[in-house]
């Protein structure tokens, strides 16, 4: 399954709503996760199952979608979410990445 | 507190082999499926490899199919990942990882990666 991310990039200022899209190519059955990645670090799980926020992440973060369209959201930006944003579909055993949105501030 | 520490990274020629380990700590490790991930330069993630529990079963993408072993010692809580035949396109940072869910599982912890470069 190939999942498409859009935007590539996208600059956005503190306070703003920002939404994520991905797309796969293929019925996802909601198996769909978000991570978010700084510069120079290890990849943070945020969102697992379409909507399930992971332990100790902020509310702001939230996921939904359903079939092949999935979106993450985040309802206020804070400057510590500058990061590139990754979905990741484990609906069958070739389990893949999309190719990543960036997110900076305005 | 989950921790996930990998080692054995460096500089190697193509066609030569290199073996990564991944010490864990912080949670039952015999309880988890583990797994590789790997991101080139500047570029997406790339699963690598997965084991389940007892190491029994093991599952591979195409790209790194008969190259690449994930093995598990439960007893030392540790991950490995045998690379042979190495590729300028492996050259990468590869992630140690632990896989939850049922069924179905996503990356739930990383470790801060090691870097491979496969070069002459």
């Known amino acids: 399954i190939q999942l498409t991310q859009s935007p590539s990039l996208l600059s956005a200022s503190v306070g703003d709503r920002v939404t994520l899209s991905c797309k796969g190519s293929?019925?996802?059955?909601?198996?769909l996760a978000w991570y978010q990645q700084k510069l120079g670090e290890a990849p943070k799980l945020l969102i697992y199952n379409t909507n399930s926020l992971q332990t100790g992440i902020p509310s702001r973060f939230s996921g939904s979608g359903s079939g092949t369209d999935y979106t993450l959201t985040i309802s206020s930006l804070q400057p510590e979410d500058v990061a590139t944003y990754f979905c990741y579909q484990y609906n069958n055993g070739y389990v893949t990445f999309g190719g990543g949105t960036k997110l900076e501030l305005k | 507190e989950v921790q996930l520490v990998e080692s054995g990274g460096g500089l190697v020629q193509p066609g030569r082999s290199l073996k990564l380990s991944c010490a864990a700590s912080g949670f039952t490790f015999s309880n988890y499926y583990m797994a590789w991930v790997r991101q080139a330069p500047k570029k997406g993630l790339e699963w690598v490899a997965t084991i389940s529990t007892s190491g029994s079963r093991t599952y591979y993408p195409d790209s790194v199919k008969g190259r690449f072993t994930i093995s598990r010692d439960n007893a030392k809580s540790s991950l490995y990942l045998q690379m042979n035949s190495l590729k300028s396109e492996d050259t990468a940072t590869y992630y140690c990882a632990r896989q939850n869910g049922k069924g179905r599982y996503y990356f739930d912890y990383w470790g801060q990666g090691v870097m491979v470069t496969v070069s002459s």
């Open positions: 293929q019925n996802i059955n909601n198996y």
